[in-house]
């Protein structure tokens, strides 16, 4: 825990291929500035000794190191002297197997406290290096609790989200990030849904025709930036305060719904994974058009019936299949018991009268009440052919939490459009409700909204040249969370948002594609529509992406094991 205000730095810095003695020097005197300055944990980038674009076992072998070895005993004498510690990445050797790691290294006054082997591999990695082992742990020291992560291990919600169970701080994410503008929107995420701090060491400058996109930083535990650097070597500096980690989420976490984490449905073909014994083959999938509605739900449910109408016929008329309208669209927010209304009631015939006639799918929000007197707030999906399904809401807000029972399921629904899954407002800050539906073969989630997500962070831009069509150029909505949610679990996410709180959109399934596959509604009461793509060529393999799940197929769910423990696990 951190009990005092803790002076923290992010070195940035472009080590050179070949020339280790070098590298190691220029960090030496890089973290020894750090240390002058007051920073007491001081973290450096991914491969920092030796630089990262390495073709082999053979070309690589001169430049890698036990831990403990010399390097780290370098560093080892300066975090005494400076009473500091330090965050350290190298290529490791394993002295008894001889396999070499790519390896991030905790370093005190002591010595080497502990070390992370990278995990999740980026496409590098496997040209040298094994597959770290050790897992993912949190290193207790008299600064605080530390975790470390390695460049693609924040990639995966799981990696973490394992630190923010263990009570971590703060995330000494090392890196070489490439192909986009940072500080990424990934690394803002991990530490917004994690309440936790990050500090982000990032390389800069280019290898072997791959450019690397600087960024270093400091983040906060509510998402924002507290200090960056764009390009060249320098040292970014930053404060830990006291009582500022929010450990509140993981009393509201689910895990007795995540026990699916501990599986890996993507390890074979899934278009013959699901379709094993015949129970739930996916959908053929095609072109479809889906929309979001962003407008303000009212406290008369009659006013509400003609704004879904008004919104579905202008979504009809444009093609739309699947309509997303926001969280209490239908009736309102909660107000009183006597606001709720059951599955039965006569509005819902309405709306299916409405989709029959429209011939589309229409996701709506309703404070829902069952005949044995529950309470529940429920997204419900109508089609042609009446109700399709409904889904309640798992993770409830506080606010909700005083009137309403929390479900004890997730839903989808195999749709002309796609697999679909249901989630509603508060569940997309729980990065784990994205990943269940996303490994169940979704390749669309909707989630209806009344959220209030954190300001968008802008970018002013960077000086870094990425290769086009990669942006380089301002930004106003440079993270946006639900963006991050689709991304990292390769589907289409539907959002859409009460009008006081904005930002709806439906977003695309790849992170890092440009120009990016997304439609955005900021601030007015509108209509957003995006065409989209769920089928696959004619072979028995997956050639779509939200039908190939990179992000979920590279998951390492042997090490997941705590994301499922409850509070009364043994």
């Known amino acids: 825990?951190?009990?005092?205000?803790?002076?923290?730095?992010?070195?940035?810095?472009?080590?050179?291929?070949?020339?280790?003695?070098?590298?190691?020097?220029?960090?030496?005197?890089?973290?020894?500035?750090?240390?002058?300055?007051?920073?007491?944990?001081?973290?450096?980038?991914?491969?920092?000794?030796?630089?990262?674009?390495?073709?082999?076992?053979?070309?690589?072998?001169?430049?890698?190191?036990?831990?403990?070895?010399?390097?780290?005993?370098?560093?080892?004498?300066?975090?005494?002297?400076?009473?500091?510690?330090?965050?350290?990445?190298?290529?490791?050797?394993?002295?008894?197997?001889?396999?070499?790691?790519?390896?991030?290294?905790?370093?005190g006054p002591e010595g080497v406290i502990g070390k992370h082997r990278k995990t999740h591999p980026y496409?590098?990695?496997?040209?040298?290096?094994?597959?770290?082992?050790?897992?993912?742990?949190?290193?207790?020291?008299?600064?605080?609790?530390?975790?470390?992560?390695?460049?693609?291990?924040?990639?995966?919600?799981?990696t973490a989200r394992l630190a923010c169970v263990q009570e971590a701080d703060v995330i000494c994410h090392i890196s070489n990030w490439l192909a986009e503008r940072t500080p990424a929107p990934y690394w803002i995420n991990r530490a917004?849904?994690?309440?936790?701090?990050?500090?982000?060491?990032?390389?800069?400058?280019?290898?072997?025709?791959?450019?690397?996109?600087?960024?270093?930083?400091?983040?906060?535990?509510?998402?924002?930036?507290?200090?960056?650097?764009?390009?060249?070597?320098?040292?970014?500096?930053?404060?830990?305060?006291?009582?500022?980690?929010?450990?509140?989420?993981?009393?509201?976490?689910?895990?007795?719904?995540?026990?699916?984490?501990?599986?890996?449905?993507?390890?074979?073909?899934?278009?013959?994974?699901?379709?094993?014994?015949?129970?739930s083959p996916l959908p053929p999938g095609k072109r479809s058009r889906l929309a979001v509605a962003q407008f303000e739900p009212s406290t008369d449910l009659s006013t509400n019936v003609r704004h879904i109408t008004h919104w579905a016929e202008a979504a009809a008329k444009n093609g739309v299949e699947l309509l997303t309208l926001p969280e209490f669209s239908l009736t309102g927010p909660y107000r009183s018991a006597e606001s709720a209304i059951s599955q039965q009631h006569k509005s819902i015939s309405t709306l299916m009268a409405l989709t029959a006639r429209l011939r589309l799918y229409l996701v709506v929000g309703m404070v829902e009440k069952t005949a044995a007197g529950e309470l529940y707030n429920t997204a419900l999906l109508v089609g042609p052919d009446g109700v399709v399904g409904h889904y309640r809401q798992t993770h409830l807000s506080a606010d909700s939490r005083l009137w309403a029972s929390a479900g004890d399921s997730w839903k989808i629904f195999d749709l002309p459009c796609g697999r679909v899954g249901l989630l509603l407002g508060e569940d997309l800050l729980f990065p784990e409700a994205g990943r269940v539906l996303a490994m169940q073969g979704c390749d669309i989630i909707v989630c209806p909204s009344t959220l209030q997500l954190p300001a968008s962070m802008s970018h002013p831009g960077t000086k870094i040249p990425h290769n086009y069509p990669i942006s380089t150029a301002a930004s106003q909505y440079h993270w946006l969370l639900p963006r991050v949610r689709a991304g990292e679990n390769n589907v289409y996410l539907c959002y859409a948002n009460a009008h006081s709180s904005g930002l709806?959109?439906?977003?695309?399934?790849?992170?890092?594609?440009?120009?990016?596959?997304?439609?955005?509604?900021?601030?007015?009461?509108?209509?957003?529509?995006?065409?989209?793509?769920?089928?696959?060529?004619?072979?028995?393999?997956?050639?779509?992406?939200?039908?190939r799940k990179d992000l979920v197929a590279m998951r390492q769910p042997h090490y997941y094991s705590l994301l499922i423990k409850t509070a009364d696990s043994d």
């Not at 005092?4 to 810095?13: K, M, R, T």
């Not at 190691?24 to 944990?41: C, N, P, S, V």
């Not at 597959?131 to 799981?158: K, R, S, W, Y």
């Open 504 to 547: 709806s959109g439906i977003f695309g399934p790849e992170t890092f594609a440009w120009p990016r596959v997304e439609t955005l509604i900021t601030d007015t009461q509108a209509l957003a529509q995006l065409d989209i793509d769920t089928s696959n060529l004619d072979c028995g393999y997956p050639t779509n992406v939200v039908r």
């Open 123 to 158: 496409i590098s990695e496997p040209k040298w290096a094994a597959n770290g082992e050790l897992g993912h742990q949190v290193f207790t020291t008299p600064i605080g609790n530390i975790a470390l992560l390695i460049c693609m291990d924040i990639h995966f919600i799981e």
């Open 1 to 107: 825990m951190i009990t005092s205000p803790l002076s923290v730095a992010a070195i940035q810095f472009e080590p050179e291929q070949f020339r280790k003695k070098e590298n190691i020097q220029r960090l030496l005197t890089l973290a020894q500035d750090a240390a002058h300055h007051g920073a007491k944990l001081i973290v450096m980038p991914e491969m920092g000794t030796t630089g990262y674009c390495w073709l082999d076992r053979e070309e690589i072998a001169p430049y890698v190191e036990s831990v403990p070895g010399h390097t780290t005993e370098r560093f080892t004498e300066m975090a005494a002297s400076h009473d500091c510690y330090f965050v350290l990445g190298m290529p490791e050797v394993d002295m008894v197997s001889g396999l070499y790691y790519n390896t991030a290294v905790l370093i």
């Open 192 to 279: 917004y849904e994690n309440g936790c701090y990050l500090i982000e060491s990032n390389r800069w400058g280019e290898e072997r025709g791959v450019q690397f996109s600087g960024g270093s930083c400091i983040i906060n535990p509510d998402g924002e930036v507290q200090a960056w650097r764009d390009s060249g070597d320098g040292i970014v500096y930053g404060s830990l305060q006291p009582k500022a980690v929010l450990r509140s989420q993981l009393t509201t976490r689910r895990p007795d719904l995540y026990k699916s984490l501990m599986t890996q449905t993507f390890m074979w073909n899934p278009l013959d994974f699901f379709g094993l014994y015949s129970k």
